[in-house]
């Protein structure tokens, strides 16, 4: 089955084209053409993806992606074309919405709503025709879904069933690197930017809270797998404050640009914020490889599925499939480019749907969608 697929849910207008095939126990799912329009430096200055704007650039990058892929050596008429429905920004689903329908009845195609947070999931089965993965999975598996707005734990049945084991009680993984980041003034989005700057930093310089890491459910007494991260933005916030003398030359930092230069008078150093980067960092892929692996050993997991805009830190990466390997559980994640919203993903998560007999979802903009 050929697929036109089309995420336009938050900062990113994107556009893909598949070729899929196989069943829903071995799915084979070719990405041809990979699209994407970042949106970011346009949101940047605002700290945050603004709504309206996210409208504004996905009206202008939809019709531009659609020539490129129609004039791609790939392109044919697809079998069907797949849009996200959520969730996401209601705005920016809608603008994808109703050009999907636009370009379903031009070209006869029928056209099919996605969820978004699905796509992440199975954004592991995603290959090119150059990089062929041949993944052989084995159930249960445990599923670490972190993107900017989700933080869960699936227990994977099959490919296709799955229990919600917790969620977080507050910010998402990727909600607390952006406010970290945004506390030291790093640009947005804050994931990567922190990411780099741990680099250099020492991740055991100072020791801050990793939230919940030893938390049982008070129902079952086993393992609790929910998440809070809004502790720790906090306890990163009274650090910084106290290396300042005074709440004004606090601000004062806040609101300079992070460059050597603007800090020469500042009382924190290049160094202190690399420090602090790496040791946020730190709490952050303790707390989510040990509820991950709690649950390996809980429930006898043979697969970790890591997925979502943070599964492309390469640090989390390392961790949790060292952390697999020692359980004997086999570790999976995205190819790099399919980490971060992207159109391919949606398309994937429409074909699984389509071969798994399941209902699509509905063409209305749905911002409460989930797994
Ligand atoms: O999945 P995604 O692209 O969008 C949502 O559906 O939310 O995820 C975006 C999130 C942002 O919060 C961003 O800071 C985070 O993923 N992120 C990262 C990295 N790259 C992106 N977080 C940590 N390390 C990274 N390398
Ligand atoms: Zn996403």
Redesign the pocket.
């Known amino acids: 089955m050929f697929i036109l697929s089309i995420e336009t849910?938050?900062d990113e207008t994107a556009l893909a084209l598949l070729d899929c095939s196989g069943t829903s126990k071995s799915p084979k799912i070719k990405v041809l053409e990979n699209l994407v329009s970042s949106q970011i430096d346009i949101h940047r200055p605002f700290g945050g993806v603004v709504p309206n704007l996210a409208k504004r650039e996905h009206e202008k990058n939809l019709p531009l992606l659609y020539s490129q892929i129609k004039n791609s050596k790939h392109w044919k008429t697809p079998d069907l074309i797949a849009i996200t429905s959520g969730p996401g920004l209601p705005p920016a689903l809608w603008v994808g919405i109703g050009f999907a329908k636009k370009i379903g009845e031009e070209l006869d195609v029928p056209v099919v709503g996605a969820n978004?947070m699905e796509g992440?999931l199975y954004s592991f089965l995603l290959e090119r025709e150059e990089n062929p993965q041949n993944l052989k999975l084995e159930f249960p598996g445990i599923a670490l879904v972190v993107?900017?707005?989700?933080t869960m734990l699936l227990l994977m049945k099959s490919l296709t069933s799955w229990k919600n084991l917790g969620e977080t009680r507050d910010d998402a993984v990727?909600?607390a690197?952006?406010k970290i980041a945004r506390l030291m003034n790093l640009p947005y989005?804050?994931?990567?930017e922190?990411?780099k700057l741990a680099k250099e930093g020492n991740p055991k310089a100072i020791t801050f809270p990793r939230p919940m890491i030893y938390d049982k459910n008070p129902k079952t007494k086993g393992n609790s797998y929910e998440f809070s991260f809004s502790g720790l933005k906090t306890s990163v916030l009274y650090y910084l404050k106290n290396l300042f003398p005074n709440e004004e030359s606090f601000q004062n930092f806040r609101n300079s640009s992070h460059n050597i230069e603007s800090r020469k008078n500042s009382p924190i150093s290049d160094q202190q914020i690399k420090d602090i980067s790496a040791s946020a960092q730190q709490a952050i892929l303790d707390v989510l490889s040990k509820k991950t692996m709690n649950a390996v050993l809980e429930f006898g997991a043979k697969s970790v599925i890591l997925c979502?805009?943070?599964a492309?830190?390469?640090t989390?990466r390392r961790r949790l499939s060292e952390d697999c390997e020692k359980l004997g559980a086999k570790f999976f994640s995205p190819e790099f480019e399919f980490?971060?919203?992207n159109a391919a993903m949606i398309g994937a998560a429409a074909y699984i749907r389509k071969i798994s007999k399941k209902k699509p979802y509905p063409l209305v903009a749905d911002s409460n969608l989930t797994l």
């Open positions: 849910s938050c978004h992440h993107s900017g707005g989700h990727g909600e690197f952006d989005p804050g994931g990567p922190i990411e979502g805009g943070v492309a830190n390469q989390l980490n971060t919203d």
